[in-house]
Protein backbone atom coordinates (compact mmCIF):
# COMPACT_ATOMS: atom_id res chain seq x y z
CA UNK A 1 0.00 0.00 0.00
CA UNK A 2 1.40 3.71 -0.96
CA UNK A 3 2.52 5.33 2.62
CA UNK A 4 0.21 8.19 1.56
CA UNK A 5 -2.93 6.70 -0.12
CA UNK A 6 -4.96 9.94 -0.20
CA UNK A 7 -2.36 12.06 -1.00
CA UNK A 8 -3.44 15.14 -3.42
CA UNK A 9 -7.27 14.08 -3.05
CA UNK A 10 -9.30 17.03 -2.95
CA UNK A 11 -12.28 16.35 -0.13
CA UNK A 12 -14.64 18.30 0.40
CA UNK A 13 -16.96 17.70 3.81
CA UNK A 14 -20.88 18.55 3.32
CA UNK A 15 -22.01 17.99 7.04
CA UNK A 16 -25.91 17.75 6.55
CA UNK A 17 -28.19 19.88 7.65
CA UNK A 18 -27.17 23.15 10.03
CA UNK A 19 -28.10 22.14 13.93
CA UNK A 20 -27.32 24.90 16.19
CA UNK A 21 -30.79 27.18 16.06
CA UNK A 22 -31.95 26.17 13.49
CA UNK A 23 -32.60 22.64 13.78
CA UNK A 24 -35.98 22.71 14.98
CA UNK A 25 -36.77 24.78 12.03
CA UNK A 26 -34.97 21.99 9.75
CA UNK A 27 -37.30 19.06 12.06
CA UNK A 28 -33.81 17.65 12.94
CA UNK A 29 -34.33 17.84 16.73
CA UNK A 30 -35.65 15.90 18.96
CA UNK A 31 -35.40 15.71 22.63
CA UNK A 32 -36.15 12.59 25.03
CA UNK A 33 -37.05 14.26 28.57
CA UNK A 34 -34.40 16.89 29.75
CA UNK A 35 -31.51 14.79 28.08
CA UNK A 36 -29.27 16.22 25.58
CA UNK A 37 -31.37 17.28 22.49
CA UNK A 38 -30.63 15.01 19.75
CA UNK A 39 -29.81 17.05 16.44
CA UNK A 40 -28.52 15.89 13.25
CA UNK A 41 -26.87 18.84 12.33
CA UNK A 42 -24.28 19.04 15.10
CA UNK A 43 -23.64 15.37 15.23
CA UNK A 44 -23.03 15.93 11.35
CA UNK A 45 -20.30 18.97 12.05
CA UNK A 46 -19.19 16.87 14.68
CA UNK A 47 -18.13 13.47 12.18
CA UNK A 48 -16.80 16.29 9.74
CA UNK A 49 -14.42 17.65 12.00
CA UNK A 50 -12.71 14.19 13.20
CA UNK A 51 -12.96 13.13 9.72
CA UNK A 52 -11.06 16.24 8.42
CA UNK A 53 -7.31 15.31 10.27
CA UNK A 54 -8.04 12.05 9.33
CA UNK A 55 -8.29 12.56 6.04
CA UNK A 56 -5.42 15.24 6.06
CA UNK A 57 -3.01 12.57 7.66
CA UNK A 58 -3.63 10.37 5.20
CA UNK A 59 -2.42 13.04 2.47
CA UNK A 60 -5.85 14.62 0.94
CA UNK A 61 -6.70 18.01 1.24
CA UNK A 62 -9.99 18.79 2.95
CA UNK A 63 -12.47 21.54 2.70
CA UNK A 64 -15.47 22.48 4.47
CA UNK A 65 -18.62 22.87 2.77
CA UNK A 66 -19.74 24.15 5.72
CA UNK A 67 -18.46 24.62 8.77
CA UNK A 68 -20.70 26.20 11.64
CA UNK A 69 -24.02 26.02 12.68
CA UNK A 70 -24.76 29.02 10.51
CA UNK A 71 -26.67 28.43 7.40
CA UNK A 72 -23.85 29.65 3.65
CA UNK A 73 -27.08 31.13 1.97
CA UNK A 74 -27.69 34.98 2.72
CA UNK A 75 -30.81 34.36 2.62
CA UNK A 76 -33.50 33.48 5.22
CA UNK A 77 -37.06 32.38 5.33
CA UNK A 78 -38.65 35.99 5.59
CA UNK A 79 -36.91 36.51 2.23
CA UNK A 80 -39.40 33.83 0.67
CA UNK A 81 -42.69 35.06 1.81
CA UNK A 82 -43.96 36.14 -1.22
CA UNK A 83 -42.57 33.31 -3.37
CA UNK A 84 -44.17 30.99 -0.92
CA UNK A 85 -47.72 32.54 -1.55
CA UNK A 86 -47.26 32.04 -4.86
CA UNK A 87 -46.51 28.16 -4.38
CA UNK A 88 -49.39 27.50 -1.99
CA UNK A 89 -51.65 29.73 -4.73
CA UNK A 90 -50.31 27.67 -7.63
CA UNK A 91 -50.59 24.08 -5.71
CA UNK A 92 -54.55 25.00 -5.39
CA UNK A 93 -54.24 26.81 -1.53
CA UNK A 94 -56.04 30.01 -2.63
CA UNK A 95 -55.84 32.04 0.07
CA UNK A 96 -53.09 30.30 2.57
CA UNK A 97 -52.45 31.17 6.06
CA UNK A 98 -49.41 33.13 7.08
CA UNK A 99 -48.60 31.01 10.46
CA UNK A 100 -48.51 27.60 11.46
CA UNK A 101 -50.82 27.25 14.81
CA UNK A 102 -48.52 24.58 15.95
CA UNK A 103 -46.20 21.86 15.78
CA UNK A 104 -48.66 19.30 15.34
CA UNK A 105 -51.19 21.37 13.26
CA UNK A 106 -51.93 19.06 9.93
CA UNK A 107 -52.60 22.09 7.92
CA UNK A 108 -48.88 22.99 8.49
CA UNK A 109 -47.75 22.40 4.85
CA UNK A 110 -50.30 24.50 3.37
CA UNK A 111 -48.53 27.66 5.78
CA UNK A 112 -46.58 30.66 4.01
CA UNK A 113 -44.62 30.52 7.13
CA UNK A 114 -43.41 26.43 6.84
CA UNK A 115 -43.08 26.65 2.83
CA UNK A 116 -40.96 29.95 3.17
CA UNK A 117 -38.72 27.36 6.16
CA UNK A 118 -38.16 24.94 3.86
CA UNK A 119 -36.83 26.99 0.40
CA UNK A 120 -34.44 28.45 3.11
CA UNK A 121 -33.01 26.13 5.05
CA UNK A 122 -33.35 23.36 1.81
CA UNK A 123 -33.41 24.58 -1.37
CA UNK A 124 -31.44 28.07 -1.01
CA UNK A 125 -29.11 26.74 1.74
CA UNK A 126 -28.39 23.64 -0.30
CA UNK A 127 -27.79 25.29 -4.01
CA UNK A 128 -25.51 28.02 -1.95
CA UNK A 129 -23.49 25.04 -0.96
CA UNK A 130 -23.69 23.67 -4.46
CA UNK A 131 -22.44 26.94 -5.58
CA UNK A 132 -19.22 26.72 -2.82
CA UNK A 133 -18.61 23.29 -4.29
CA UNK A 134 -18.56 23.61 -7.71
CA UNK A 135 -17.12 27.57 -8.18
CA UNK A 136 -14.92 27.57 -4.94
CA UNK A 137 -13.59 24.31 -4.01
CA UNK A 138 -13.56 22.16 -6.67
CA UNK A 139 -13.01 18.64 -4.74
CA UNK A 140 -13.12 15.13 -6.64
CA UNK A 141 -15.52 13.95 -3.97
CA UNK A 142 -17.95 15.61 -1.89
CA UNK A 143 -19.06 13.16 1.11
CA UNK A 144 -21.81 14.25 2.56
CA UNK A 145 -22.39 13.47 6.04
CA UNK A 146 -26.12 12.60 7.41
CA UNK A 147 -27.55 10.37 10.15
CA UNK A 148 -30.75 8.47 9.50
CA UNK A 149 -33.82 8.33 11.51
CA UNK A 150 -37.08 6.45 11.48
CA UNK A 151 -40.44 8.48 12.54
CA UNK A 152 -40.28 10.12 15.73
CA UNK A 153 -43.26 11.44 16.40
CA UNK A 154 -43.64 14.07 18.54
CA UNK A 155 -40.06 15.40 19.30
CA UNK A 156 -40.63 16.72 22.55
CA UNK A 157 -41.75 12.99 22.83
CA UNK A 158 -40.27 10.75 20.60
CA UNK A 159 -40.63 7.15 19.88
CA UNK A 160 -37.31 5.37 20.18
CA UNK A 161 -37.30 2.18 18.25
CA UNK A 162 -35.01 -0.96 17.89
CA UNK A 163 -34.37 -0.93 14.24
CA UNK A 164 -30.56 0.44 12.89
CA UNK A 165 -29.52 0.80 9.72
CA UNK A 166 -26.80 2.25 7.11
CA UNK A 167 -27.42 3.09 3.69
CA UNK A 168 -25.27 5.05 1.13
CA UNK A 169 -26.89 7.24 -1.87
CA UNK A 170 -25.59 8.29 -5.33
CA UNK A 171 -27.43 10.31 -7.96
CA UNK A 172 -29.97 8.54 -10.40
CA UNK A 173 -33.34 6.76 -10.04
CA UNK A 174 -35.13 10.17 -11.72
CA UNK A 175 -38.76 10.44 -11.70
CA UNK A 176 -40.68 11.58 -14.90
CA UNK A 177 -42.54 14.21 -12.67
CA UNK A 178 -38.52 15.69 -12.02
CA UNK A 179 -37.45 15.40 -16.03
CA UNK A 180 -40.07 17.92 -16.69
CA UNK A 181 -38.16 20.52 -14.94
CA UNK A 182 -35.37 21.82 -17.40
CA UNK A 183 -33.38 22.83 -15.16
CA UNK A 184 -33.51 18.94 -13.62
CA UNK A 185 -33.22 17.53 -17.00
CA UNK A 186 -30.35 19.88 -17.79
CA UNK A 187 -28.24 18.61 -14.29
CA UNK A 188 -29.19 15.19 -15.15
CA UNK A 189 -27.39 15.13 -18.56
CA UNK A 190 -24.44 17.35 -17.01
CA UNK A 191 -24.48 14.74 -14.49
CA UNK A 192 -24.27 11.88 -17.36
CA UNK A 193 -21.65 13.47 -19.39
CA UNK A 194 -19.30 14.06 -16.61
CA UNK A 195 -19.12 10.78 -15.95
CA UNK A 196 -18.66 11.10 -12.49
CA UNK A 197 -20.91 7.67 -11.78
CA UNK A 198 -17.89 5.75 -12.95
CA UNK A 199 -16.37 6.31 -10.10
CA UNK A 200 -19.11 7.55 -7.40
CA UNK A 201 -20.94 4.14 -7.53
CA UNK A 202 -17.79 1.87 -6.93
CA UNK A 203 -16.46 4.63 -4.31
CA UNK A 204 -20.09 4.21 -2.49
CA UNK A 205 -19.74 0.28 -2.50
CA UNK A 206 -16.04 0.87 -0.88
CA UNK A 207 -17.38 3.23 1.41
CA UNK A 208 -20.48 0.98 2.46
CA UNK A 209 -18.52 -1.87 3.38
CA UNK A 210 -16.36 -0.21 5.32
CA UNK A 211 -19.37 1.22 7.13
CA UNK A 212 -21.09 -2.17 7.40
CA UNK A 213 -17.83 -4.04 8.84
CA UNK A 214 -16.91 -1.33 11.27
CA UNK A 215 -20.41 0.10 12.40
CA UNK A 216 -22.19 -3.66 11.94
CA UNK A 217 -25.57 -2.76 10.82
CA UNK A 218 -27.92 -4.14 8.08
CA UNK A 219 -28.73 -2.65 4.67
CA UNK A 220 -31.93 -0.50 5.18
CA UNK A 221 -34.24 -1.33 2.99
CA UNK A 222 -36.36 1.35 1.17
CA UNK A 223 -40.06 0.92 1.15
CA UNK A 224 -41.27 0.11 -2.71
CA UNK A 225 -41.18 3.29 -4.55
CA UNK A 226 -39.89 4.21 -8.33
CA UNK A 227 -37.66 7.27 -6.23
CA UNK A 228 -34.94 5.02 -4.97
CA UNK A 229 -33.26 2.19 -6.96
CA UNK A 230 -30.47 -0.33 -5.62
CA UNK A 231 -26.98 -0.07 -7.31
CA UNK A 232 -24.01 -1.03 -7.15
CA UNK A 233 -22.59 -4.80 -5.50
CA UNK A 234 -22.64 -3.92 -1.96
CA UNK A 235 -25.99 -3.77 -1.27
CA UNK A 236 -26.19 -0.67 0.32
CA UNK A 237 -26.19 1.47 -2.13
CA UNK A 238 -29.08 3.13 -3.31
CA UNK A 239 -29.73 6.01 -6.56
CA UNK A 240 -32.03 8.84 -5.38
CA UNK A 241 -32.19 12.05 -6.77
CA UNK A 242 -31.42 14.64 -4.19
CA UNK A 243 -30.57 18.37 -4.68
CA UNK A 244 -27.17 17.45 -3.59
CA UNK A 245 -26.25 14.27 -5.24
CA UNK A 246 -27.37 16.18 -8.45
CA UNK A 247 -26.06 19.79 -7.72
CA UNK A 248 -22.65 18.93 -7.01
CA UNK A 249 -19.94 18.58 -10.38
CA UNK A 250 -18.29 15.38 -8.95
CA UNK A 251 -18.50 12.07 -7.19
CA UNK A 252 -20.49 12.79 -4.48
CA UNK A 253 -20.88 9.96 -1.82
CA UNK A 254 -24.20 10.55 1.07
CA UNK A 255 -24.06 8.27 3.94
CA UNK A 256 -26.65 8.04 5.57
CA UNK A 257 -25.71 5.66 8.92
CA UNK A 258 -27.12 4.92 11.70
CA UNK A 259 -30.90 5.57 13.32
CA UNK A 260 -30.67 8.43 15.58
CA UNK A 261 -33.89 7.39 17.35
CA UNK A 262 -33.13 3.46 18.04
CA UNK A 263 -32.32 2.94 21.51
CA UNK A 264 -28.29 2.16 21.22
CA UNK A 265 -27.75 5.01 19.05
CA UNK A 266 -29.47 7.05 20.89
CA UNK A 267 -27.19 5.96 24.44
CA UNK A 268 -24.18 6.37 22.43
CA UNK A 269 -25.19 10.05 21.32
CA UNK A 270 -25.75 10.96 25.10
CA UNK A 271 -22.50 9.55 25.85
CA UNK A 272 -21.03 12.43 23.41
CA UNK A 273 -17.47 11.62 22.03
CA UNK A 274 -14.28 9.47 23.65
CA UNK A 275 -11.22 7.61 23.31
CA UNK A 276 -11.04 4.08 23.22
CA UNK A 277 -13.99 2.13 23.65
CA UNK A 278 -16.73 2.12 26.33
CA UNK A 279 -20.04 0.10 27.46
CA UNK A 280 -22.72 1.75 26.01
CA UNK A 281 -25.87 -0.76 26.58
CA UNK A 282 -23.49 -4.13 26.92
CA UNK A 283 -21.52 -3.52 24.55
CA UNK A 284 -18.04 -2.28 23.92
CA UNK A 285 -18.51 0.54 21.31
CA UNK A 286 -15.86 3.50 20.22
CA UNK A 287 -17.60 6.52 20.51
CA UNK A 288 -20.28 6.85 17.43
CA UNK A 289 -18.52 9.80 15.85
CA UNK A 290 -15.08 7.94 15.80
CA UNK A 291 -16.64 4.70 14.68
CA UNK A 292 -18.41 7.20 11.53
CA UNK A 293 -15.63 8.87 11.07
CA UNK A 294 -13.11 5.69 11.15
CA UNK A 295 -14.89 3.77 8.60
CA UNK A 296 -15.40 6.42 5.92
CA UNK A 297 -11.86 6.85 6.34
CA UNK A 298 -11.45 3.27 5.61
CA UNK A 299 -13.60 2.93 2.71
CA UNK A 300 -11.79 5.85 0.47
CA UNK A 301 -8.67 4.04 1.71
CA UNK A 302 -9.51 0.89 0.38
CA UNK A 303 -10.89 2.44 -2.90
CA UNK A 304 -8.00 4.90 -3.88
CA UNK A 305 -5.37 2.28 -2.78
CA UNK A 306 -6.98 0.14 -5.01
CA UNK A 307 -8.26 2.78 -7.86
CA UNK A 308 -4.73 4.13 -7.69
CA UNK A 309 -2.70 1.30 -7.74
CA UNK A 310 -4.36 -0.27 -11.41
CA UNK A 311 -3.87 3.50 -12.83
CA UNK A 312 -0.30 3.43 -12.23
CA UNK A 313 -0.01 -0.29 -13.45
ZN1 LIG B 1 -29.91 14.20 7.11
Same mark, same amino acid.
Given at each position: ?????????????? $?? =??????????????????? +?????????? @?????? #?? &?????? /???? *??????????? +???????????????? !???????????????? #? +??????? @?????? *??????????? &?? !????? $???????????????? $?????????? =??????????? /???????????????????????????? /????????????????? @?? $????????????? *?????????????????????????????????? @????????? !?????????????? #?????????????????????
Amino acid at each position: MLEKPLSGLKVALD $PG =HLGGNWAKMEERWFQVGDT +KPVQEGDLTL @QVARLL #AP &RLRQLG /AKVS *YVRNSDEPTTA +KRPDDFRELSKKILIK !NGVPQPRAEVLDSSDP #A +KEQTIRW @QSEILF *YRYSEIRRRAV &RV !NFKLH $PDLVLCLHLNAEGWGD $PKNPTLTDTD =HLHLLVNGSYL /AEEMEFDDERFEMIRRLLSRAFDEELPL /ADSVALAMARETGLPPY @QY $PTTNSTTKVGTSG *YVYARNLLATRLYRCPVVYCEPYVMNSKDVFARI @QVGDYEGTR !NVNRVEHKSIFREY #ADSVVDGLVDYYSKARCSRDR
